[in-house]
């Protein structure tokens, strides 16, 4: 994923990006999908004010490191299991913007589950984005799974899944992780920690200062990074992945991010937390952070900021018009998906001549 396209000219290189292996194109696309994840995400909570979409379940604050993270992993080739907040983990791994509203609106085109899942729980077969599952922490069973398979068939795969600070005291990290570490499985654990599961700070869910502090009982590198710090997101996920590959077994990745928002569209996260550290944490956003850097570094020039800004505008707004005019599933349809082979590969838009004969037992 991180590799340009090489023509016979020398791409861009500046010392930030070679400092960490990249072309200034790369730097520049990483900060392309930081930006539309957020732009996307604004405008999700603007549909679930006007009575569009009923549920939002924001990234805001999580993007840099999941963009970070996720960059180095293979497209189409390797698999991520991802979680609710995962919008720029899924973009950056190929899903579209329309895929990620259509999934809001739950159409019968939308990639993730054909308006069957829960908002927010994305997915795609066609990008080896594992579905979310409601109970969090499953996904890292899932992840490991394939990780299993991908070494029994010496695929060369890496998987990844990711989950929140919270979600890592589920019994199943404990049970995939051990497991991971003892057949050195190709296999990266990310937690984005952003202090808080709902309203509960970190302090009352975890008893160590790091949920990468526990990587050692499991004898595996627990690597803390800062999330705000899209570039050391990924060294951090570069170097695990590289481990991974060959056949060093799992890396925990800890990426200390902030939640700009409440935990979803129906908390109120003033009821639980100071307007001071509310203040104090928009200091703590890699969207203007990665910005000032690239400025800095003379890679984002004003006419290539427009364009990005342009072209994401353009991107959101065809997201919605797409999204809007997309048809519910059909109801008779309810059952397909169930099991594998017991529905086509299209979307559930129009009766079809099986559905007469499926039972609801
Ligand atoms: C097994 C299970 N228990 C409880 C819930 C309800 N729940 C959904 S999100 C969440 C908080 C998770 O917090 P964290 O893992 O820190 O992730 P964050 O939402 O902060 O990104 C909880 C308790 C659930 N979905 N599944
Ligand atoms: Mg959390």
Redesign the pocket.
């Known amino acids: 994923m991180a590799a340009t396209t090489r023509s016979d000219t020398r791409p861009a290189t500046s010392d930030l990006a070679a400092s960490v292996g990249l072309v200034d194109a790369d730097l520049v696309e990483m900060y392309r999908y930081v930006a539309l994840a957020r732009a996307l995400d604004e405008r999700m909570w603007i549909l679930n004010r006007a009575g569009r979409i009923p549920f939002v379940i924001s990234g805001q604050g999580h993007e840099g490191a999941q963009v970070g993270i996720a960059w180095p992993f293979q497209r189409g080739h390797d698999w991520i299991a991802p979680f609710y907040r995962s919008i720029a983990t899924c973009l950056t791994f190929g899903m579209s913007p329309r895929d990620i509203l259509t999934a809001q609106y739950a159409t019968a085109t939308d990639p993730s589950s054909g308006g069957r899942q829960m908002p927010g729980h994305y997915g795609s077969r066609q990008h080896n984005l594992v579905s979310v599952s409601s109970p969090v922490a499953t996904q890292l069973l899932h992840a490991v799974g394939i990780a299993l398979a991908a070494k029994i068939r010496r695929t060369g795969q890496v998987a990844m899944t990711s989950m ?4 890592s005291n589920q019994g199943d990290v404990h049970e995939g992780l051990n497991f991971a570490a003892i057949h050195k499985l190709p296999f990266v654990f990310v937690v ?6 709902i309203s509960v700070p ?1 302090a009352r869910q975890v008893s160590v200062p790091n949920v990468a502090d526990r990587a050692s009982g499991y004898g595996i590198p627990g690597i803390v990074v800062d999330g705000v710090d899209v570039l050391a997101c990924y060294v951090a996920a570069r170097d695990a992945v590289a481990r991974a590959r060959a056949g060093q077994g799992p890396t925990l990745i800890e990426a200390k991010v902030t ?1 700009l928002t409440g935990h979803s569209s129906d908390d109120q996260q003033t009821k639980y937390r100071s307007a001071e550290e509310l203040e104090a944490e928009l200091k703590r956003d890699a969207l203007p952070a990665f910005r000032a850097q690239l400025i800095e570094a003379e890679i984002l020039t004003e006419a290539i900021e427009a364009s990005i800004a342009a072209k994401i505008a353009a991107d959101v707004e065809d997201a919605t018009d797409y999204a809007e005019s997309q048809p519910d599933p059909d109801p008779a349809t309810a059952l397909h998906h169930v099991y594998a082979g017991d529905a086509g590969d299209g979307p559930d838009v129009a009766p079809d001549a099986d559905s007469a004969t499926e039972t609801s037992d």
Request: proline share 0%; charged share 25%; hydrophobic share 15%.
């Open positions: 929140g600070e919270g979600s984005e920690n952003n202090g808080y599961a970190a939640r």
